[in-house]
Each structure stands twice: as C-alpha cells, then as structure tokens.
C-alpha cells in the first residue's frame, strides 16, 4: 500500500500534520484542509477500531458510532491484516494517559 501512497504530495501532507503541536492546531489544521465529513468520517473509523478492539460486536458499533457495517468491515480487515497502526496509536495514547 505505501507504494501506491507514497508520492511528493503525501510526503508534504504528512510533513504538514507532524508539524501540528497541539489539538487546538489540529482542529485548525484539518478544518482548512479537509470538509467536515472528511474529518468526522477519519473519527468514526478510529472510535469503530477502538470498540473492535474492545470486542464488541458490527450490532453494538453501528448504533454506538452510525458506521455502516461495511466501514466497520474495512476497519477490521485493517486491524487483522493491516500494518497494526490502530494498535499502535492506541497503545501510544494508552501511554499518554497513564503517563499524566
């Protein structure tokens, strides 16, 4: 996938968000750069990762999140055969709080 990604234009894109300090950058950032449902559809995927990594089931995601069941089945097909980064943010993020 990185092969057929990777370009001089998603280098800059992601230059750009490593530059991001802070949430309230973030906020600003994406707001610009991507429509609401962009940024809202990115949310969902990571919320429906993290409820299919706490096992719960398409039923319980798609009412708790509005996904369709086939969002959630792509999102699966990334946890299960992907390059592990939903795991890896979340355990970073599990860092984060247990650090503070």
């Known amino acids: ?3 057929n990604l990777k370009s001089d234009a998603v280098d800059l894109l992601f230059d750009c968000i490593l530059q991001l300090k802070n949430a ?3 906020y600003d950032f994406f707001e610009d750069i991507c429509t609401v449902h962009e940024i809202q559809s ?4 990571l919320e429906v990762a993290k409820l299919l990594k706490q096992k719960e089931t398409y039923q319980a995601i798609a ?13 699966n097909r990334s946890l299960t055969y992907g390059n592990d980064s ?3 943010i979340f ?4 860092d984060e709080k247990n650090d503070k």
């Open 91 to 94: 355990e970073r993020l599990g």
């Open 86 to 88: 939903y795991t890896m």
């Open 42 to 45: 990115l949310a969902q995927r």
């Open 24 to 26: 309230d950058e973030c």
């Open 1 to 3: 996938m990185k092969e």
């Open 63 to 75: 009412a708790k999140t509005g996904a369709s069941t086939a969002t959630i089945s792509r999102v």
